[in-house]
C-alpha cells in the first residue's frame, strides 16, 4: 500500500486533487482518499491556502515508477516549478510505500518531513491511524498527536466546499 500527498493552492484546487486522484488511478485502484482539508502554507507563506488530502493506493509499480507517474501527472496537469515550496496547480509526494525505507537520489520514502506536517498528518489519519511510520516506528495517529499547535487545517465538507466546524 502507497500513501501519496497531494496539494494544490492555484486554480480550482478542488477540481485539482480529483483530477490527479484520477490520473493516478493508472498506478492502482484508490483503496482510501481522504476528506479534504484546507490549509495555510508552512515554508513560504506569502501565498495562498492548500487545499490537501491523501490517498492510498495498491500498486504493483516500484517506488521510483510511482515517483515518475506522479512527476509527469504534474507536468501534464501544468505544473510550473518556477519557486520551490512556491504556488502550484498540483503537487504529489509520496509519504509512505508499505515498510519501505528507501533512499535514492530524488527519492526519500518515507517523506522526510511527514512527521513534522499537520497538512499531511490529518488527512493520513483519517485514512490510516494505525499506519507506522517504518523508522520511527510511529503510527499516524501518534505522530499527529505529537504536534505542536499553530499549523492551521481545516477539513472540507466534501463535495460542498464547505468547511466542517466553521
Not at 114 to 133: G, K, W
Amino acid at each position: 500500500m502507497a500513501y501519496l500527498s497531494l496539494g494544490s493552492n492555484l486554480g480550482d484546487r478542488a477540481v485539482n486533487l480529483r483530477e490527479a486522484i484520477v490520473r493516478l488511478d493508472v498506478a492502482g485502484p484508490p483503496r482510501a482518499v481522504s476528506a479534504f482539508y484546507e490549509t495555510q502554507p508552512v515554508d513560504v507563506p506569502d501565498q495562498p491556502w492548500f487545499l490537501n488530502c491523501v490517498l492510498a493506493i495498491e500498486t504493483e509499480k516500484t517506488p521510483r515508477e510511482l515517483l515518475n507517474l506522479a512527476l509527469s501527472i504534474e507536468k501534464a496537469m501544468g505544473r510550473l516549478r518556477t519557486h520551490a515550496k512556491g504556488p502550484r496547480k498540483i503537487d504529489i509526494d509520496i509519504v509512505l510505500f508499505g515498510d519501505r525505507v528507501v533512499e535514492e537520489p530524488g527519492l526519500k520514502i518515507p517523506h522526510p518531513s511527514m512527521h513534522l506536517r499537520r497538512f499531511v498528518l490529518e488527512p493520513l489519519a483519517q485514512i490510516a491511524p494505525d499506519v507506522r511510520h517504518p523508522i520511527l516506528g510511529k503510527t499516524a495517529r501518534e505522530m499527529l498527536a505529537a504536534l505542536p499547535g499553530g499549523e492551521v487545517v481545516r477539513q472540507l465538507d466534501e463535495p460542498s466546499g464547505r468547511h466542517v466546524q466553521d
